[in-house]
């Protein structure tokens, strides 16, 4: 089964304008962490934010938060102020808990596709 | 200079064809990583490494076989592979045991392997 989904494939902004990206995720454990990152066209994955399942407080990291809503499971990320160089793919993921292993495991959603209009 | 390198950027094999991918990390992490992009699918987890031991192998087919001769250094060989093998390849690195729970992966720019 999914574990996260991005039910968005493409969105547009208009530059200077806010947006919010999609995503849900399904797990039946207390213990999880949530992480956003961003990949332009290079190919780099580059980490935007995090939220822990604890976190009462919703993150936030210069123009990115999170919009969490445990309940819903639902982790959005909210991009204030949208520029040119926001462009890119955006990937929602999820962290298992440690399994003492000496490593973890993210799992991806497919992503959403952003592109920023002048 | 980047917290991890990849190279090559680019790989262009035929099947027959024997090839490796090499990862360097300069971060101090202890646990390694190798990703599959495909298109339109989701990140998948290849294998994993943590103080230079496979941890995870993610039914991942023999004809891709990693190496990790120290934390610092992760390869991914390959021979007789498959067109549906042409993806993106990302390596990722992170502390070690994983470290607190908000520590981020941190990824390569990844090899863009096309298999002809």
């Known amino acids: 089964a999914q574990k996260i989904t991005q039910t968005q494939p493409g969105m547009f902004v208009q530059e200077k304008e806010a947006v919010t990206l999609d995503c849900t995720y399904d797990t039946s454990d207390q213990s999880y962490g949530l992480f956003w990152y961003k990949q332009p066209s290079s190919g780099e994955m580059i980490f935007l934010i995090y939220?822990?399942?604890?976190?009462?407080q919703n993150a936030t990291e210069g123009r990115y938060s999170l919009n969490f809503q445990k309940a819903r499971k639902s982790a959005n990320l909210v991009i204030s102020a949208s520029q040119l160089g926001d462009s890119a793919m955006y990937f929602c993921a999820m962290r298992e808990p440690y399994s003492g292993a000496g490593s973890y495991q993210l799992t991806f959603g497919k992503g959403t596709k952003l592109s920023v209009i002048p | 200079e980047t917290g991890v390198t990849q190279t090559p950027r680019h790989l262009v094999m035929g099947m027959t064809n024997k090839k490796s991918l090499k990862c360097e990390q300069h971060?101090?992490?202890?646990?390694m990583y190798w990703y599959k992009q495909s298109a339109k699918k989701p990140l998948e987890l290849m294998f994993v490494?943590?103080?230079?031991?496979?941890?995870e192998n993610n039914s991942v087919p023999s004809r891709f076989s990693p190496e990790c001769p120290n934390s610092s250094h992760l390869f991914l060989h390959l021979h007789t592979l498959q067109p549906e093998d042409s993806a993106l390849y990302l390596c990722a690195s992170s502390p070690q045991g994983g470290g607190a729970s908000n520590s981020p992966l941190h990824f390569g720019n990844g090899t863009r392997l096309t298999v002809t």
């Open positions: 490494y943590n103080f230079k031991e496979q941890t």
């Open positions: 971060l101090g992490h202890n646990a």
């Open positions: 939220q822990g399942s604890y976190d009462e």
